[in-house]
Structure formats: C-alpha cells, structure tokens
C-alpha cells in the first residue's frame, strides 16, 4: 500500500485557507465511498432475484452498467415504503465523511458526489445525516404493482456503458477548477480518474489505476484525505509566511 503523505501528493492549487490559487473541486463516488458499503449491491440482494449472472457480466467488463441495469428491472420488486425503511437500516455512511465535507466548506473546497447508483437511497442517506451535498446519479422509478424502473439522465450516448458518465461531468466541471481531486472504488470510477488531477482509490480502483498507469493513492476513508489536504494547506501557508 502507498503511504498516504504530502510529499506524495500532486501539487494543488485551490482557494482560500491555504490554498492559493482559483478553484479546487472534490469529486466523491457514493457507493463504497461516501458510503462504506455497496448500497446498490446490498440493494439487489434484497430486492432482485437471479441478478447475479448479470453482476458477473458487469465485474468481467462484458456489459456496461446501463445494460445491467436494464436486465435487471424486471426482476426487482419493491415498493417506496420497503425500500426507504430498507436504506435507513442498513446504510454505513464513512464516519470521516460529515467531517471532511465541514472541513471542505471551511476552505471554500467544492465538493460534488457522482455516482452510477441511485438517487433513492443516496438522497435518503444524505438527508438521514442532514447533509446538503449535491449528488449527480442515475434514477429509481416507482411503478405499479411494485415494479420499478431505471432512468439515466447523465448518460452518454457515445459511450453508451454507464447509466451516469462520470468522466462527461468532469469535462464540465472542469472550467470552473484548477485542480479536481477524486475519490473512489469501483469501476465506474475507472475511467474519470484518468481525467483528474489527483486520485485517492480504494483496492478495485487502486488495482485498476496500478494495471493503466493512472497515478493514485490508496486510502481507508474520508479521514485520510482530510489529513492530506491538511499537510498541503499549512505547508502552502508556511510558505507564503516565510517567503523572502
């Protein structure tokens, strides 16, 4: 495992607080990430049946998540009540994640959630914990006879393998930023970390990073990269301080 360190981190600018420059942006994937667990997994093992096979193709890079998300559907059953109570019971939120994001806001660091899971349960999760964060993601559909549905509202059609593109909303965020940092696990995380300027991974993404030259760090949570983003303000600070 890398050593999560200052002197291993890219050079950041940012804003205020330390951090000299225009604009930095943290980007964070949600399942895995901001949420210590796989809520969508945890989701289809109550909720589907016979969706393993899918999951399979999906993990072996066979079929995009939008396909298996399409596969899937009609199998899943449930309804708004279930579902929410389900959530609520079973979610980990990361125990750093509440603290890091008060840190972020303190240093006028914006920070976005992207996820290729479902606006459900991470709205249900974020509101739980009376967190204000803006999430981008695919869609849960109620219907009736507690069938369900799936939308993507943040797919790209050119690719056409994630429900919600994470590397097209980075392209957008990018004007507003002179430096992204992102935070993930999984392999729809793949793709946008080759298009930041600084990668923390958890072991699917970090083995993925390794094996496509992407440089990253391995962390455990939220509180690893505080303390990372912490070393380079003061040590920006100190040297504004002492500089002739």
Known sequence: MTAITHDHLLPIPGSNGGFPGKRLLVVCDFDGTVCSVDMGNVFLE??????????????????????AYRRIAPF???????????????????????????????????????????????E???????LDVEFYSNRLIFREDDRIDFAFPLANEKCGRCGTCKRSLIDRFRPDYDRII?????????CPARAVDQVFAKPILYEKCEKNGTPCLRYEDFGDIRRCLENISSSNASASVTKP
Not at 95 to 120: A, E, H, N, T, Y
């Open 46 to 67: 109550r909720f589907a049946e016979d969706w393993e096979e899918i999951d399979r193709s999906y993990s072996a890079g066979e079929i995009g998540s939008r396909a």
């Open 76 to 122: 899943f059953r449930a309804n708004r009540p279930q579902m929410l109570d389900f959530v609520l019971r079973h979610e980990r939120l990361d125990p750093f994640f509440p603290d890091f994001l008060s840190f972020c806001r303190g240093r006028k660091i914006d920070l976005k959630i992207v996820s290729d899971g479902l606006d459900f349960y991470i």
């Open 124 to 130: 249900a999760i974020l509101r739980k914990y009376g």
């Open 182 to 190: 992102y935070v993930g696990d999984g392999y729809s995380d793949v």
